[in-house]
């Protein structure tokens, strides 16, 4: 019956704790015999950018990239590397490690470093460097279920008044959802309305304080205040009062000349 990769490599790290030099040898070799070189990718579907990683004495840390909240996800290649057991007495012992089992590892040890049954929005990629459409939409599924559960949990703290309970993780779950909450606070531009001095969206057409209109144009947009009537400019009747000047001085002319007959 053949032995799986992952039964192979955990005898063999048994037998470098259990100090077996002979046994972990040959175990090595047999690892070493069929080590897949190829490369591994993460896909990340959130805009959290986590890392430098450095767990691991054999390879340089490691950057799992956040997606451009233009993208669906962001892709991160991890490579294979090879790792030198320390034996003692000055020998080592070289085994691959594939890059498939560095990047499970990642996964595995940062989607649940936040919590029971936390999930970070990240995995490993099944075939090739492009997720499939299933894969993808299988993490979004996990990732809002695990949100989901942040926010009840916020919720709760903010109804017992321990907001100092509420973490960035909770908010971000939160944003998430778009949802408006006491505990999630508003994180849009903010102006001084010069009326009462009252934080508004710098955005507002009115103040939510004292009603002052901040902008007239847009809140004639959204029928907030009737739109004005354009009227002529003060240039613009004069001009037009210039113009009429001669057409009354003939009429007065001919009205004095009728008087004279």
């Known amino acids: 019956m053949a032995i799986s990769i992952d039964e192979l490599r955990a005898k063999f790290h048994k037998a470098v704790r259990d100090g077996n030099i002979l046994a972990a040898e040959e175990l090595a070799k047999q690892l070493n015999s069929q080590p897949s070189h190829e490369d591994a990718f993460i896909c990340n579907i959130t805009e959290k950018t986590w890392g430098p990683i450095n767990m691991w004495h054999y390879m340089a840390p490691v950057v799992i990239h956040g997606k451009k909240p233009s993208d669906g996800y962001s892709i991160t290649r991890i490579t294979?590397?090879?790792?030198?057991?320390?034996?003692?007495?000055?020998?080592?012992?070289?085994?691959?490690?594939?890059?498939?089992?560095?990047?499970?590892?990642?996964?595995?040890?940062?989607?649940?470093?936040?919590?029971?049954?936390?999930?970070?929005?990240?995995?490993?990629?099944?075939?090739?460097?492009?997720?499939?459409?299933?894969?993808?939409?299988?993490?979004?599924?996990?990732?809002?279920?695990?949100?989901?559960?942040?926010?009840?949990?916020?919720?709760?703290?903010?109804?017992?008044?321990?907001?100092?309970?509420?973490?960035?993780?909770?908010?971000?779950?939160?944003?998430?959802?778009?949802?408006?909450?006491?505990?999630?606070?508003?994180?849009?531009?903010?102006?001084?309305?010069?009326?009462?001095?009252?934080?508004?969206?710098?955005?507002?057409?009115?103040?939510?304080?004292?009603?002052?209109?901040?902008?007239?144009?847009?809140?004639?947009?959204?029928?907030l205040v009737k739109p004005k009537i354009q009227s002529q400019s003060a240039g613009s009747l004069l001009q037009a009062e210039l113009e009429s000047e001669p057409v009354l001085a003939g009429k007065q002319e001919v009205a004095r000349g009728k008087q004279h007959r």
């Open 80 to 223: 294979p590397h090879t790792d030198h057991i320390d034996l003692g007495e000055g020998k080592t012992l070289p085994v691959f490690i594939p890059a498939r089992e560095t990047a499970e590892d990642i996964c595995r040890i940062f989607n649940n470093d936040i919590g029971e049954h936390s999930y970070s929005g990240f995995f490993v990629i099944e075939n090739g460097e492009t997720p499939t459409e299933h894969e993808v939409e299988s993490a979004r599924g996990k990732l809002e279920e695990f949100y989901k559960r942040l926010v009840n949990v916020a919720d709760q703290e903010w109804d017992r008044g321990l907001k100092v309970n509420i973490s960035d993780l909770h908010r971000s779950a939160g944003r998430y959802f778009k949802l408006n909450k006491p505990w999630l606070p508003d994180l849009r531009l903010k102006k001084e309305c010069p009326v009462c001095a009252e934080s508004i969206p710098a955005s507002a057409a009115r103040c939510k304080g004292c009603g002052a209109i901040l902008d007239q144009e847009l809140a004639a947009k959204y029928g």
